[in-house]
């Protein structure tokens, strides 16, 4: 397994490579800025697939899932701070052609991800501006962020770290201002498995969407000052954070709305606040702009993710050795970044927010598997 982290190109001057300057702060917010898009939209398709509590009783096992997951991650991330993350992880452990199928798994993961998030920033500016299409604004948060990456791993993680703390503070006036007209009969209105344990079981891809892609902070630990260090810290103290943001967002949209109406939409925190406290009110516009910073902060972090994993893998040699080329000044892997991009706005001109999601999850799921 290749483990370094410099990395020539024939046709760049000097010794380019991706260069440490992460902390575990920087770590935390990348793995609950991977993250935290998933309280802001894509989970309430769960509510169409199995009504609250059906999505409550499939978040219990996937929330266990994560735990003990993340728990053995952040050890194997430790051990071996390769920007390859889990395509390194399975190299080591059970050879090359193993290290190929995950890291092709990470890839689907984090390169479909990406299409469906930008679509709810699409939903979200429509929401607000409705004479901007929902696919135009999209496409246009897509390529922007893609940017932003390319500026560099220190900007990329300053402007990851903002936009998630925003974010976060976006969640918290949700929880306060919904928790006095939290109504546990809304929760648990008959009938409380609408479509029984079948709709459990079809609301496991959107209860995973409150953790999807918190894996991808490994991806980011050749780039830690001190991996062994700094990775345990950052990792578990984002998976708590998220474990507090899943089951406060999902039971108080529960109790504040009618769960038929957030369970179609990409922007449920702004409808279910809307039924409160009307859809004009200045408490509810708080929510979907600050709710804005959650998807991009997202976006964001999973573009840095999908670039690592490409430039790892073309570093090991299972892609294209021009996807390992690293900008000599900005130490960005450029290829990595805007071809797997290219593929993701194409994705976003069919949006189709729910196939692309149930897309990621499979990838995630055939990760997790190996």
Excluded at 115 to 136: D, E, K, Q, R, S
Excluded at 354 to 363: D, E, L, P, Q
């Amino acid at each position: 397994m290749t483990t370094e982290t410099k990395h020539v190109t024939p046709g760049t001057d000097g010794d380019p490579h991706l260069s440490r300057v992460l902390k575990p702060i920087h770590l935390w917010a990348l793995a609950v800025g991977l993250v935290i898009s998933g309280n802001y939209f894509g989970w309430s398709y769960g509510f169409g697939a199995g009504g609250p509590m059906g999505l409550a009783l499939a978040l219990i096992p996937v929330t266990i899932f994560y735990v003990t997951f993340i728990l053995s991650y952040s050890e194997l991330a430790t051990a071996i701070p390769h920007a390859g993350g889990p395509s390194a992880y399975a190299r080591r452990a059970m050879g090359p052609f193993w290290g190929y199928i995950n890291g092709i798994s990470c890839l689907i993961e984090f390169v479909f991800a990406p299409p469906a998030i930008a679509l709810a920033v699409g939903g979200y500016i429509h929401f607000m501006i409705p004479p901007v299409p929902t696919v135009t604004a999209a496409v246009a948060a897509f390529l922007f962020f893609i940017f932003i990456n390319y500026l560099g791993m220190k900007t990329s993680a300053m402007v990851e770290l903002v936009f998630t703390v925003i974010a976060l503070a976006g969640l918290a006036i949700y929880w306060v201002a919904a928790a006095p007209h939290f109504s546990l009969a809304r929760v648990t209105a008959a009938p409380l498995l609408p479509f029984g344990l079948k709709g459990v079981m079809a609301a496991v891809p959107f209860a995973i969407w409150f953790y999807l892609a918190i894996e991808g902070g490994a991806m980011a630990a050749e780039e830690m000052v001190d991996p062994q260090k700094d990775i345990p810290k950052g990792f578990l103290s984002g998976m708590g954070t998220l474990m507090v943001m899943g089951f406060l967002t999902l039971f108080l949209t529960a109790g504040i709305a009618d769960y038929h109406l957030v369970s179609a939409v990409d922007f449920p925190l702004p409808i279910a606040l809307a039924q409160v406290f009307g859809e004009n009110s200045t408490i509810v516009m708080l929510v979907n702009i600050i709710g804005l910073f959650g998807l991009v902060a997202s976006l964001h972090g999973i573009i840095v993710g999908y670039s690592r994993q490409t430039y790892a893998m073309a570093r090991t040699g299972y892609l294209p050795k021009f996807l390992a080329y690293v900008d000599p000044k900005r130490h960005t892997p450029v290829w990595a970044l805007l071809v797997p991009g290219l593929v993701g706005l194409g994705v976003v001109l069919t949006g189709q927010t729910a196939i692309v999601i149930t897309i990621a999850v499979i990838g995630s799921v055939a990760l997790y598997m190996l």
